[in-house]
């Protein structure tokens, strides 16, 4: 028996949901890609701007004027490279990572929808994603992502998720979402 090219491919449901996980997955991909190619295009090739291999050592931005990230650490970035991979690393959180892993949204367990607002929960998504990244590669192997649950999102998202992580302040109830920004230790802020 052949398939004709008019005629329509038949999809089971069961497998539909394989199928969008599947075509989200390859969409991040691809966009991760194009980002990537993107900054290694528009690199210089004058390597005596180049501020060395560790980036800044206290976390915060690279300077004005700076030719590019020194680290893929979304902390280390500024302007609009800081923009993109921002919005880079949204799509991934709503598209699958909340989707697939939010549960529900609880005292014990509490979520801020304005979570782009705590440089704590941006630093620990990216990270989390960009393990994501690397252990769902075909070359991460069969255990890849079992490695990534393990090792990064049960830990990752336990700190998110704690009653005394980054959303503390913020949705402990879907049905009323509400957001605080925590003061940080020694700002004086109450």
């Known amino acids: ?25 390859l969409m991040t991909e691809s ?23 560790a980036g ?7 300077p004005e004027g700076a030719e590019g990230p020194s680290s893929i650490f979304i902390l280390a970035m500024a302007g609009q490279a800081f923009e993109d991979e921002l919005t880079a690393l949204g799509a991934w959180v709503e598209r699958l990572l909340l989707p697939v892993y939010g549960r529900e949204i609880t005292t014990g367990r ?8 705590h440089p704590e929960a941006i630093a620990r998504l990216h990270a ?7 252990l769902t ?12 649950h393990r090792d990064h999102l049960d ?18 109830s879907a049905a009323r979402p509400s957001h605080r920004l925590l003061s ?5 802020e109450v």
């Not at 966009?31 to 501020?51: A, C, S």
């Not at 509490?110 to 607002?117: A, D, G, M």
């Open 56 to 62: 800044p050592a206290d976390g915060e931005n690279a």
């Open 184 to 188: 940080a230790p020694g700002s004086g």
């Open 155 to 172: 830990p990752a998202w336990l700190q998110l998720r704690a009653p005394d992580g980054p959303f503390g302040a913020c949705t402990t």
């Open 128 to 134: 989390l994603w960009l393990a994501w990244q690397q």
């Open 137 to 148: 590669d075909t070359e991460a192997g069969p255990v890849g992502p079992a490695t990534w």
């Open 1 to 25: 028996m052949s398939i004709l090219a008019d005629e329509p491919v038949r999809v089971a449901d069961h497998d539909l949901d394989d199928l969008v996980s599947t075509v989200n997955r």
């Open 31 to 53: 966009q991760r890609h194009g980002e990537n190619i993107t900054r290694l295009t528009e690199r210089p090739d004058d390597e005596d701007d180049d501020p060395g291999p």
């Open 110 to 117: 509490p979520w801020c929808f304005e979570w782009r607002e």
